[in-house]
């Protein structure tokens, strides 16, 4: 994506009609991307440790980790 400077997760849920966050969102508006990645019934553990793996594994190929 051409001039995407930094990217942040942040994890929800979604009911059909709206999104729910489960963490703060950055205050300005901006242009965001929806991954749908899971189901209702997936359990939480591993969503946590999934938290920040994209970021965790491009700041470790891109030499900033």
């Known amino acids: 994506m051409k001039g995407l ?3 942040r997760e942040v994890l929800g ?4 009609d709206i ?3 489960l963490e703060p969102a950055p205050k300005k508006k901006q242009k ?3 991954t749908f990645i899971e ?3 997936t359990d939480s553990k591993k969503r946590l ?5 994209f970021e965790r594994a491009m700041m470790e190929k891109h030499g900033y980790g």
């Open 5 to 7: 400077s930094a990217m």
């Open 49 to 53: 440790s999934e938290k920040g793996a």
């Open 32 to 34: 965001v991307i929806v």
């Open 39 to 41: 189901d209702e019934n």
């Open 19 to 21: 999104v729910q966050l």
């Open 13 to 16: 849920f979604y009911d059909g």
